[in-house]
């Protein structure tokens, strides 16, 4: 016992730095989301946008539902604190183990009820589709269903390696939905077998978590034979009573997701898929520009220069993002044509993502600005407020979405009012925090005029898709004018940087003249 204690103090006192940590998760969470548009890319390509799409996808939100409160943040607010205090006494590796049992049970109790009502919630949730559709969709939940205590376990081992700085169950957990789902879809093309997707899925999170105990256990930093069941009880009360602060964002959350899925179900086959497909593009913004600037934000301390980061990231993401969002909106078809029409990817889907990614694109920038000043308000030690303007947004998505379900219209443009929603989210995100960081008339000030050169960037993209044909001759003279506007807007909110841009292009001019 002394031996494991001194080796985990020795890991302590080596732990990596906080921007070690955050590289490596960076890196991680990069990785999984090139991942993951590999699988929506073969998906697309495999089953396109076709009632088992929606069935599938339909599946991973009932049995992730119920565990919510398990797999968002407050697990690990929760418990590394609790880790890092039993490290200091040397119960580290027991209280991990307790947790993890206490949680992983919650996680199987909750697996149960999900298998009992198995039917009442795909009908509640997908009252609009075909009763063989209905059927196949509680098929998937009964299997994936048996995934449901291994994502607890998983989520718990991921949270007590980041108390000792590592970071690879949290980096494998990112990645192991998208392999299994590419694994199943092979399993698929060879056995025909609709039900090989929910087998892959289920599999996947089932090895991890066996495979993630058996490491931890194999390094000392899990031990189950000093475990009682009293152990078990005090962390699942201790849990639970400090879980409270934490719920009202995945209610939120989850509850705009299960409106969401109801009344694309409503739709037309396929509406459900499309929304996800247009993500796919969409979150391309938050992997390269939202998260890493976020965790550049978190890794910094101090107050003091708080103001002024968020109007220089504000001009930042307004220069290249806005822009941006116009760019999607006006070449969404063309977009999805090029990334996701092969195979069983056929029009219909093409229209479907179009209208949905089009929707999404409209509040494009203000998603990737907000989840940036969100991690300003973290570090200003503002957090329940930011978590408070979250709900918020969420309650204002769920209110949007159904409002517009209610059009006279709505059959004809639901997946863009789906997508309206979410913009509308984000809208609400992005300026309740500009007004949460004091700064609203500068950085709403810098949005307006940053919206200049979108405008212009939208009146030019369709007039060339009026004008011209073919999907590369669009994209190609899109991103000509997309380059042109970011450059307007470096003139208008950073003319210093666009004289010093300018003078380094004429000194480098002159110099070739020259030779």
């Known amino acids: 016992m002394t031996d494991t204690v001194t080796e985990m103090q020795n890991e302590t006192a080596a732990a990596p730095s906080i921007r070690q940590v955050a590289t490596k998760l960076s890196s991680g969470a990069m990785f999984s989301k090139i991942l993951g548009f590999v699988r929506e890319i073969f998906m697309a390509h495999t089953i396109g946008v076709a009632a088992l799409a929606d069935s599938f996808r339909s599946s991973i939100t009932i049995i992730l539902l119920p565990l919510a409160f398990l797999q968002n943040e407050s697990v690990p607010a929760i418990l590394i604190p609790r880790m890092q205090d039993a490290g200091k006494k040397g119960e580290a590796a027991h209280r991990l183990a307790a947790m993890t049992i206490a949680l992983t049970l919650i996680g199987f109790i909750l697996m149960l009820i999900t298998m009992a009502i198995t039917p009442w919630l795909v009908n509640t949730m997908l009252s609009g589709v075909p009763f063989t559709e209905e059927q196949l969709t509680i098929r998937f939940v009964h299997i994936m269903a048996l995934a449901m205590p291994a994502s607890v376990a998983i989520n718990c081992l991921a949270a007590g390696e980041i108390a000792l700085g590592k970071t690879r169950l949290t980096n494998a957990r990112a990645s192991i ?3 299994g789902v590419i694994l199943g879809l092979g399993m698929l093309l060879l056995t025909k077998e609709a039900t090989m997707l929910a087998i ?6 089932n090895t991890l978590a066996i495979w993630a105990s058996w490491a931890l256990w194999r390094e000392g930093n899990l031990a189950f034979s000093a475990v ?3 152990d078990i009880w005090y962390e699942a009360r201790t849990f639970m009573a400090r879980l409270v602060p934490f719920l009202p964002l995945p209610a939120a959350e989850q509850s705009n997701i299960w409106l969401e899925r109801l009344l694309a179900s409503r739709l037309m086959t396929g509406a459900i898929a499309s929304m996800d497909y247009a993500r796919t593009l969409t979150e391309s913004a938050l992997l390269m520009v939202s998260q890493p600037i976020g965790l550049a934000v978190l890794s910094q301390s101090g107050e003091s220069d708080i103001r002024e980061q968020s109007i220089s990231l504000t001009r930042f993401v307004v220069i290249l993002m806005m ?3 116009a760019f999607v909106f006006v070449f969404a078809p063309d977009l999805v044509q090029l990334v996701f029409h092969r195979g069983a990817f056929n029009d219909t889907g093409v229209k479907l993502t179009s209208e949905a990614l089009r929707g999404i694109s409209v509040g494009l920038w203000a998603s990737t600005l907000g989840w940036i000043l969100l991690r300003l308000l973290n570090r200003a030690n503002r957090s329940t ?14 209110a949007v979405n159904f409002t517009t379900s209610h059009l006279p219209q709505v059959n004809d443009h639901g997946v863009m009012l789906l997508g309206l929603g979410e913009t509308a989210r984000s809208l609400v995100m992005c300026f309740a925090l500009i007004f949460a960081l004091h700064q609203p008339f500068r950085m709403i000030g810098i949005i307006l005029v ?7 960037m939208t009146l030019g993209g369709f007039e060339v898709v009026s004008k011209l044909d073919g999907t590369f001759t669009h994209l190609g003279l899109g991103i000509c004018l997309y380059a042109a506007s970011v450059l307007l807007g470096i003139a208008l909110l950073a003319p210093q940087v666009f004289r010093n841009l300018f003078n380094q292009l004429m000194t480098r001019k002159d110099g070739h003249q020259h030779d």
Request: aromatic share 12%; charged share 5%; proline share 6%.
């Open 177 to 179: 939905l998208n392999v």
């Open 200 to 205: 892959a899925f289920t599999l996947g999170f």
């Open 228 to 230: 009682r069941f009293a």
């Open 323 to 325: 822009p941006a969002s």
């Open 385 to 398: 407020l930011a978590a408070g303007i979250l709900v918020a947004a969420y309650l204002v998505n769920l």
């Open 450 to 456: 940053g919206a200049i050169p979108a405008a212009l």
